[in-house]
């Protein structure tokens, strides 16, 4: 079956930085968009970042442009999230999915706080 798996989520201070893995498994990775969004607390789930299954093309939600790099790699069926100068508003679980299946990971809690 599908699995996807995140990982790398933790506690960081302000402007630091964190780098989330997703490792799937049980799909054809390499021909699959994939997504992250996240969660937090009493909020909606709402869109990060997507890519396309060659990584060729990019998209951000405004309030992460600039700040996180979506990225894959088709060889290891993993997709990434670099997260940089984070700000206490970027705290939530962050969950990868493949946006044309029904497919979501478990989450990883990402807290941003001095």
């Known amino acids: 079956q599908v699995q996807l798996v995140e990982s790398g989520g933790g506690l960081v201070q302000p402007g630091g930085s964190l780098r989330l893995s997703c490792a799937a498994s049980?799909?054809?990775?390499?021909?699959?968009?994939m997504a992250w969004y996240r969660q937090a607390p009493g909020n909606k789930r709402e869109f990060v970042a997507r890519i396309t299954s060659s990584g060729g093309t990019t998209n951000y939600a405004d309030s992460v442009k600039g700040r996180f790099t979506i990225s894959r790699d088709n060889a290891k069926n993993t997709v990434y999230l670099q997260m940089n100068s984070l700000k206490p508003e970027d705290t939530a679980v962050y969950y990868c999915?493949?946006?044309?299946?029904?497919?979501w990971g478990q989450g990883t809690q990402v807290t941003v706080s001095s």
């Open positions: 049980g799909m054809i990775f390499r021909i699959n968009p």
């Open positions: 999915t493949a946006p044309d299946s029904a497919f």
